[in-house]
């Protein structure tokens, strides 16, 4: 792997800053690996299976160099997970981040994403964002579920190289947000839950345009109302702002609600209801200046506090964004995390300078 392809993991990217916080956890604990070497052909995807051969997997997975460092070899992972109730009835969104090469996923025996091809019609996918959508109706509501993926990697470094994130989808797929782009002025507050913004832009989750830079799968690229960020405002440090109306079920009363937002580029600030539930990065000072503090490619992880929620009602967030340059925005979809395993299974978080540490050792 190249230097320039290191940079872009860890930059443009940069998949593995995952965050798990106050009994929120992605799904990277639970996690198991089976290392299956020439073998193409072996099917591990079925709900029912023998896992007591299979290894625990911790990511960046550098196991999987370990234990076969042959060139074009397989590997599978798989997880098991419950669904809380208060998340029941929603599909899911499933993000691996990176994996060198290819690899189709799986939730109980079923096809929900692939990016790249096996062999013998390889091609690489290595530079997708695998953020799967998993549609409610393949799930167990109430008992257990099983995601397996299937890797081939064809030279050097191999396997899954971010800790998964697994949530349950704030709005359904399709669901538009407003957006309005502010320019160089960071002085209005568009925070306020009565606001009208009913002439505001029309767009949808994640705010890309056509040609961004890491590949999408067919579900991600922009329809008619998603241009992107830097179409609608290619200037530099330029500032916009986000808001979604959504409904907040009663049964969400009394429960742990953790939002991931993603990745936002450069700079946010985010309210429920009017209330501030979050920032990462620093926006710069007065307009022109040049302190601002980037979170780039950081997952926002924020929750959604009870006394600031309208249980059983409408509620409005509101993401306030700061773009230094280049590629800006909301670049993901929006979800609410399930809950997991406890924390001190796995309590240490991969950021990409680890992961860029990682890959030059290799």
Known sequence: MSKWQRRLISGVAALAVLWAACGACCVAAGWVFLPTGKDGKGDYSQPRLDESKWRPADFPHQDWDKLQSADNVFGWYRYHFTIPAHLRGRDLWLDLGIIDDSDACFVNGELVGQSGDFPPKFRSGWTAERLYRIPAALLNPEGDNVIAVKVHDASGTGGMMCRPVLGAALVPQGTAWRFKACGQDGSADFSAAQLDDSAWDAVE??????????????????????????????????????????????????????????????????????????????????????????????????????????????????????????????????????????????????????????????
Do not use: C
Not at 211 to 226: A, C, H, M
Not at 271 to 277: K, R, S, T, V
């Open 205 to 362: 989750m994640p705010d890309r345009r056509e040609n961004w830079p890491v590949s999408l799968q067919d579900w991600q690229r922009p329809t008619k109302t998603t241009k992107g960020w830097d179409t609608r405002q290619p200037q530099d440090n330029a500032f916009g702002w986000y808001r979604l109306r959504f409904a907040a079920p009663a049964d969400w009363k009394g429960q742990a609600v953790f939002l991931d937002l993603g990745k936002i580029y450069d700079v946010d600030a985010t309210y429920l209801n009017g209330q501030l539930i979050g920032t990462t990065g620093a926006f710069p000072s007065r307009a022109g200046a040049s302190d601002s503090l980037s979170a780039a490619a950081e997952r926002r992880v924020y929750r959604l506090p009870a006394e600031a929620l309208a249980h059983g009602k409408e509620n409005v967030l509101a993401v306030k964004v700061f773009n230094s340059h280049v590629l800006g925005g909301a670049v993901d979809v929006p979800m609410v995390l399930l809950t997991g395993p406890p924390l001190e299974v796995n309590p240490s978080t991969v950021t990409r300078h680890e992961l860029t540490d990682y890959l030059d050792q290799i």
